[in-house]
């Protein structure tokens, strides 16, 4: 379950399938916090350490960040792995390409206008992901079931909304923030607990909007609308476009774009007028604002024809060979799809048991071998202890699974599950 980012519970699942990859509902809902303690750590590890990473130059080790010392941190070994991939700044990545074909819209809509930044450190401060953009203390994306803590005071950014302030601090005024963000979540094809955002920015000054005889906020929401609009068109072609009106802590108005795609109304991003609050802090009490954020994985897997959102970190030649520098309109070829296999476990939960839990140590043993994990079932007994049963399907993109290793998989997620999430297997 999620708070305000696209995904989770705003919407149905089955509604949602496809959109729901990749963070925008996040935080379009307010709701109260739900607080869930972190996993106990464990010496045991599955997966390869890696003992650093490099993000934009710069060396981060992993002791700083995956920490058994303090309580607060819930940053496990395969999260810290994936900080310094940089999958957008890959130009033959679906990632990247992406990217890349956003920037060439701005360059050929606003040339030279939006300045970009794309290594920027995922690690923030609380002040920054939270505080700076107005979240609520309160809101549930802060509670340690759905963002990672580095200590109480430092995140993994849970969206590029992180960088706002910090810009504009610096005297930025209209810029674009690529970058992977992090988020604890459930398991299906289109959620992982790391994606890519870009987030735009643009500050008006009075001489924009006076000339247009408009007040500032219609001025600048008329503004997101056409540019947005284009940029969908840009990217989908003629497409059907609807305007959804929508909640974020640091927007008002606030809207979400969709568009119609294969038959169903596809949400592709949030965006709104930015608070005046915000602007305020840096100074820019006279000026009005646009903001937006997107959600790539999201799109490329619509573009791209990609059906399980694991794909975009294979390093599989059949998976990669496929993408091409500037290529937007290739459309991805499945090589063979190798068979799921599906178990089955049931236990009676404790009160601190949350679903996002049970993901991240499912993750934690079978990494990017598990599919989809999903409640099928769930009853509350006589004496009101509740029990859940959770399917979770294994199937490797590069290869057939063994029964021998699911069920070694299986066995070790059983034990694992006893061991750090404190409920009885049934
Ligand atoms: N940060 C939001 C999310 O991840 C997306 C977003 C919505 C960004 C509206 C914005 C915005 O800049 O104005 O859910």
């Known amino acids: 379950m999620t708070i305000f980012s696209v995904q989770s519970t705003l919407f149905t699942r089955a509604s949602v399938a496809l959109l729901s990859s990749n963070g925008l509902k996040r935080f379009s809902f307010s709701s109260a916090a739900l607080y869930s303690p972190p996993l106990p750590k464990t010496k045991k590890r599955r997966f390869p350490i890696v003992s650093a990473v490099d993000i934009g130059g710069v060396t981060i080790a992993r002791n700083d960040v995956v920490r058994d010392d303090d309580p607060t941190n819930n940053v496990p070994d395969s999260i810290f792995s994936k900080l310094g991939m940089q999958l957008h700044r890959r130009d033959k990545h679906p990632i990247g390409i992406i990217k890349n074909a956003i920037y ?99 500050v008006f000054s009075p001489e924009d909007w006076n000339e247009s005889g408009k007040d500032s906020t219609l001025y600048a929401a008329e503004d997101l609308k056409k540019c947005l609009e284009g940029l969908a068109r840009h990217l989908f072609g003629a497409v059907e476009m609807r305007w959804v009106d929508t909640y974020f802590p640091f927007t008002e108005p606030s809207f979400e774009l969709e568009i119609y795609f294969k038959e169903d109304w596809l949400e ?25 954020g997107l959600g790539l994985e999201r799109l490329a897997m619509v573009l791209f024809d990609i059906p399980d959102i694991r794909l975009f970190w294979s390093d599989d030649e059949r998976f990669t060979s496929q993408f091409g520098k500037g290529e937007l309109g ?97």
Not at 268 to 273: D, I, Q, R, T
Request: hydrophobic share 35%; aromatic share 12%.
């Open 104 to 202: 060439d819209y701005f360059e050929s809509n606003y040339a030279k206008k939006f300045e970009t930044f794309e290594d920027l450190s995922p690690i923030v401060t609380t002040k920054q992901n939270f505080d700076d953009v107005l979240v609520p203390a309160d809101h549930v994306s802060r509670s340690l079931n759905d963002t990672y803590y580095v200590d109480s005071q430092t995140v993994l950014r849970c969206h590029t909304s992180a960088h706002q302030a910090e810009l504009l601090r610096k005297g930025h005024r209209r810029f674009l923030v690529t970058g992977d963000v992090y988020r604890r979540d459930s398991i299906d094809s289109t959620h992982y607990p790391v994606f890519h955002q870009m987030e735009g920015f643009c």
């Open 268 to 292: 592709v991003l949030g965006c709104g007028v930015t608070e005046q609050r915000i602007l305020k802090q840096s100074g820019l009490e006279n000026n009005v604002a646009w903001a937006f």
């Open 330 to 426: 290739v459309k991805f070829k499945p090589f063979s799809k190798y068979p799921p296999c599906y178990k089955d476990i049931s236990f009676w939960i404790s009160e601190s048991f949350t679903e996002n839990n049970f993901c991240e140590v499912v993750r934690g043993i079978a990494g990017d071998l598990v599919e989809e994990v999903k409640l099928i079932d769930s009853f509350t007994n006589k004496k009101g202890m509740t029990s859940h049963c959770y399917r979770i399907v294994f199937r490797s993109m590069e290869r057939s699974l063994t029964d021998e290793k699911v069920n070694d998989l299986q066995s070790k997620v059983r034990d694992e599950v006893q061991r750090k999430l404190n409920v009885e297997l049934r």
